[in-house]
């Protein structure tokens, strides 16, 4: 049953990665963390075709063992049960794109200065779009989260209505990325929020984002039928 009380969970307070609940989910950011690793050595190596096809067996039988555990499918279901943490904490698990145990996830992390937000994130080969630069969709998604994280200074939370990104440089591969933003304005429902990415002090894009805290309750919106 989703729960739509306020959580006291707050991994954006600072710039400290906040440890995880339990030590299963250690285990999961230390395997999401490896998994990243090989995506990278994958798209930056040209092993024999014998060993390509050696790891692709030795995978599959590693994820047979894994899929024989007990399946949750989303962060509602793994919150369902209760015994896996609050949908705070497992959105900072799980999260596409912050999420420390999803290897799909660049691992954005972000935090809260006052009213000012703050982000940092690299990017490496798996995010490659343009030659030695960050696909400008993964660009848009890292905006989206953290413009996402920084509506909370503005007291709400909602939905992502619009989002305007202004590519004005290439943004590079294996850099420390810093991100920056506020919320410009809140108008009922609404919040505008911009930010900025940066890559070595000069800005690669620019974003405003329109927030919408939904009409409907998260109850209503996310649990299935
Ligand atoms: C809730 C916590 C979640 C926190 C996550 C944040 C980080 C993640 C960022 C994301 O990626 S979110 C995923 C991408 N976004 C979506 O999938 C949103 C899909 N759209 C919806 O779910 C609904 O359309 C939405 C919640 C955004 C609005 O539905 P409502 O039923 O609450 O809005 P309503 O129709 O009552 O409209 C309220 C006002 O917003 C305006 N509006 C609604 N949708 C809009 C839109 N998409 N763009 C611009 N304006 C929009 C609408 O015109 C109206 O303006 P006025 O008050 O001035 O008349």
Redesign the pocket.
């Known amino acids: 049953m989703p729960d739509d009380s306020p959580s006291t969970f707050n991994p954006f307070a600072s710039a400290e990665i906040t440890p995880p609940v339990s030590s299963h989910w250690a285990a999961k950011r230390e395997l999401a963390q490896a998994l990243r690793e090989l995506s990278n050595t994958l798209v930056t190596s040209a092993p024999s075709e014998e060993l390509l096809k050696q790891a692709s067996a030795t995978i599959s039988e590693l994820n047979k063992a894994l899929a024989n555990s007990p399946r949750y499918y989303g962060s509602q279901e793994f919150a369902n049960t209760q015994e896996h943490g609050s949908r705070g904490e497992l959105n900072y698990e799980l999260?596409a794109i912050g999420g420390l145990s999803n290897p799909l996830s660049p691992g954005l992390n972000m935090w809260l200065e006052g009213k000012l937000a703050f982000g940092k994130v690299k990017c490496g080969y798996a995010y490659e779009g343009p030659p030695g630069f960050v696909h400008g969709g993964y660009v848009a998604?890292i905006l989206?989260?953290f413009?996402?994280?920084a509506?909370i200074a503005g007291g709400q939370?909602?939905?992502?209505?619009?989002?305007h990104v202004r590519y004005l440089r290439p943004t590079p591969l294996n850099t420390d990325l810093d991100l920056r933003g506020s919320v410009d304005r809140v108008?009922?429902?609404?919040t505008v929020v911009t930010a900025e990415l940066l890559a070595n002090g000069e800005v690669t894009a620019r974003s405003e984002?329109?927030?919408?805290?939904?009409?409907?309750t998260?109850k209503e919106?996310f649990e299935k039928d």
């Not at 939370?157 to 989002?163: E, Q, R, V």
């Not at 984002?209 to 409907?216: E, H």
């Open positions: 999260n998604a989206d989260q413009l996402g994280m509506q939370s909602g939905m992502t209505g619009t989002l108008d009922g429902r609404k984002g329109l927030f919408i805290r939904p009409s409907n998260l919106m």
